[in-house]
């Protein structure tokens, strides 16, 4: 198993343009979301989905969206990137939802320019 | 709100020093707890978790007991060593008003000088 994989694992962006990050896992997990780690502030939650076709907002949304056509993969869109969403990013994954053990993808660490 | 809070850091502990990070944790509900460790570059992967009050968790020599009265998941290791040098994170994880979330504190880096 692969687990949870991340791409790219380094992305500069200018002031505006848009991008998809990408997550992937192979283990089947229901639910699976999405976390920007910026220093002093541990990780935030930007979206998650409880399955294929279920997305929901987490405590920083705004300027991210989010789909979940497959259990699989659950990319995160950039829609005109800013500044502020200079991060790294991590993708999650578990059996079952915020009680369960999380899967952790190895990041993406993103620069706006 | 739902929250969780992690003494910070860094801290900086000499070879078989004795660890403890505390956590403290706010909840509606009862959440599941807790301990991520991430090592430099890499993504986060569990240490430790408990379900219930009273639960103890454990691995690779660290310990935390689940307190519902003090509201507490404090994590202990009785003698650190320099590959345990990484950030540590608390969190809580539950459906009461945190709506489905998994909340982190902020994280306590921890360096082990040999």
């Known amino acids: 198993n692969a687990g949870v994989t991340q791409t790219p694992k380094f992305q500069v962006l200018k002031t505006g343009q848009s991008m998809t990050l990408q997550c992937a896992q192979d283990?089947?997990?229901?639910?699976m979301s999405w976390y920007r780690q910026d220093p002093g502030m541990g990780l935030r939650l930007i979206h998650y989905?409880?399955?294929?076709?279920?997305?929901d907002q987490g405590e920083v949304p705004n300027g991210y969206n989010v789909s979940r056509s497959t259990t699989e993969d659950f990319p995160l869109r950039l829609l005109s990137a800013a500044p502020s969403q200079t991060s790294v990013y991590f993708c999650a994954s578990s059996d079952s939802g915020p009680t369960d053990t999380q899967y952790f993808g190895p990041g993406t660490r993103l620069t706006v320019l | 709100g739902d929250s969780v809070t992690q003494m910070e850091g860094p801290v900086t502990l000499s070879e078989e020093a004795f660890l403890t990070i505390n956590c403290t944790y706010t909840a509606t509900g009862y959440p599941s707890l807790f301990w991520y460790v991430q090592y430099p570059g890499e993504g986060l992967q569990l240490l430790l978790k408990?379900?219930?009050?009273?639960d103890k968790g454990s691995n690779k020599g660290f310990e935390a007991t689940y307190r519902k009265e003090t509201t507490s998941f404090h994590l202990e290791k009785g003698s650190v060593q320099v590959s345990d040098s990484a950030v540590y994170f608390c969190?809580?994880?539950?459906?009461?008003?945190?709506?489905?979330?998994?909340?982190f504190g902020k994280g306590t880096k921890l360096s082990v000088k040999p």
């Open positions: 969190a809580q994880g539950g459906y009461g008003g945190s709506q489905g979330n998994l909340i």
């Open positions: 989905s409880v399955g294929a076709g279920i997305t």
């Open positions: 408990a379900t219930k009050a009273d």
């Open positions: 283990m089947n997990h229901e639910y």
